[in-house]
Nanobody
């Protein structure tokens, strides 16, 4: 079984910063890519940032403010969020494309989500 566990969410004032972490554990053979999505109340889940190998990509709405990074040895991905805005308020979900160590099948896995609230 594979688990993704996020941490680091919370309440922050506009203009502030937060750092989200997501640790993958369990029967992992290899991780292909990792990323972050978010879902605001009443809206669909949307892509925020992704990292695969040495490449990163970002949603236009967060470019220049958010930075995704990965610690390969610890199967952990981070999202540094700066200059936060009220519209960044959402539940943030970690996502990983990986191959499990038991069946060697590729699959997509999700964390349980962590709440980020940007408000004064």
């Amino acid at each position: 079984q594979v688990r993704l566990v996020e941490s680091g969410g919370g309440l922050v004032q506009p203009g502030g910063s937060l750092r989200l972490s997501c640790a993958a554990s369990g029967r992992i053979f290899s991780i292909l890519d990792m990323g972050w999505y978010r879902q605001a109340p009443g809206k669909q889940r949307e892509f925020v940032a992704g990292i695969s190998g040495g490449s990163t990509n970002y949603a236009d709405s967060v470019k220049g403010r958010f930075t995704i990074s990965r610690h390969n040895a610890e199967n952990t991905v981070y999202l540094q969020m700066n200059t936060l805005k009220p519209e960044d308020t959402a539940v943030y979900y970690c996502n990983a494309g990986l191959v499990d160590s038991v069946y060697k099948n590729p699959g997509t896995y999700w964390g349980q989500g962590t709440q980020v609230t940007v408000s004064s």
